[in-house]
């Protein structure tokens, strides 16, 4: 069973930044893309970053390109977003994902295109 643990959320003022972690356990991470999403109140997840299997290969949602990048340690099995510029708008629950395929050439920003997913850790930002 794969386990994903999320880090690192917390209040910030707008155009702080914070660093999210996730940590994964239970299977062999370096052969698994990585995702991130997020969920605000009353709204439907949506996609905010995706990282290849090794690292070479990066996605991101328009909302969040150049603010937020998305990276990770296969040696440690943790991916991380660190999040810049902060706006009140990425007030949301983020979640990790693991994608359900190894060494897959495809980054996706589908939720379906994921297996396992952690509990979430909560940003908020005030303005």
């Known amino acids: 069973q794969v386990q994903l643990v999320e880090s690192g959320g917390g209040l910030v003022q707008a155009g702080g930044s914070l660093r999210l972690s996730c940590a994964a356990s239970?299977?062999?991470?370096?052969?698994?893309?990585m995702g991130w999403f997020r969920q605000a109140p009353g709204k439907e997840r949506e996609f905010v970053a995706a990282i290849s299997w090794n690292g070479g290969s990066t996605y991101y949602a328009d909302s969040v390109k150049g603010r937020f990048t998305i990276s990770r340690d296969n040696a440690k099995n943790t991916v991380s977003l660190q999040t810049n510029s902060l706006k009140p708008d990425d007030t949301a629950a983020y979640y990790c994902?693991?994608?359900?395929?190894?060494?897959?050439?495809?980054?996706?920003?589908?939720?379906?295109?994921?297996?396992?997913w952690g509990q979430g850790t909560q940003v908020t930002v005030s303005s």
């Open positions: 239970g299977r062999t991470f370096s052969a698994y893309a």
């Open positions: 994902a693991a994608d359900r395929t190894p060494y897959r050439r495809t980054l996706y920003y589908r939720e379906s295109g994921y297996e396992y």
